[in-house]
């Protein structure tokens, strides 16, 4: 959970009457687990949900043992069957050998079909059955662009025509957007449910919200 690295940069350029500011924040390392990803691969609105559904996105072409249907939204599970365990099957009971098999080999003994790739995701991403997976838990780096500012002195001349000792103006936006984000679907990297830098809990699916102002700065 806890981050490699957390800081920022300031940083200004002058050049004449004419000045820009700019602020980086940053946060490089610790593992966040995205709800919003979780539930949306579970119910089709992200891109991950596609995986399995068809040749076109890596699924299987296969024909059940058990209606002799083809289906094409085949895949197999990274997983070992336990020693023991007792299949049923079309041609009768299947008992799992002593130490287990792997998904992999039971499917190719005719044991097992192949999951159908809608329903496992369906699964692993669900509310009550989910489980801690690689399409929600991830990384957690981003480069945010805080702030920049860009600000004109008026020259003296002008000032003296107005009554002013000095006038300056500026034009600045914050939280206008991030040069690295390491989340996938575009979630905000900073929406984490509490304000601990150990904080893991991405729960909400809250916007980038920026903001811009100018000012006028005068003295008389």
């Not at 579970?42 to 076109?56: F, H, M, N, P, V």
């Not at 991830?138 to 003296?160: D, G, Q, T």
């Not at 107005?162 to 690295?180: E, M, Q, V």
Request: hydrophobic letters at 35%; charged letters at 15%; glycine letters at 12%.
């Amino acid at each position: 959970m806890q981050p490699k690295f957390l800081g920022g940069i300031n940083t200004s350029l002058s050049w004449k009457n004419w000045s820009l500011r700019a602020q980086l924040d940053m946060r490089f390392g610790g593992y966040v687990a995205i709800y919003g990803s979780k539930y949306g691969t579970a119910y089709g609105y992200t891109e991950e949900s596609l995986k399995w559904r068809d040749t076109e996105n890596g699924g299987m072409t296969f024909t059940s043992i058990w209606d002799g249907k083809t289906y094409h939204d085949g895949m197999i599970p990274n997983g070992i069957i336990m020693g023991g365990e007792v299949l049923s099957t079309p041609n009768g009971d299947y008992t799992v050998a002593a130490g287990g098999e792997t998904y992999q080999a039971l499917y190719e003994k005719g044991i097992v079909d192949p999951q159908h790739g809608t329903s496992w995701t369906y699964w692993n991403n669900a509310w009550s059955t989910g489980t801690v997976n690689d399409s929600w838990f991830k990384e957690l780096n981003y480069i945010a662009l805080r702030e920049v500012a860009v600000s004109y002195r008026v020259p003296a001349e002008f000032c003296k025509k107005i009554g002013s000792k000095g006038l300056s103006l500026t034009a600045s936006g914050r939280n206008l957007g991030y040069l690295l984000n390491s989340l996938p679907n575009n979630f905000n990297p900073e929406s984490m449910r509490g304000t601990s830098s150990s904080q893991f809990m991405i729960r909400s699916v809250s916007p980038y919200v920026a903001s811009y102002t100018f000012t006028i700065n005068a003295t008389f």
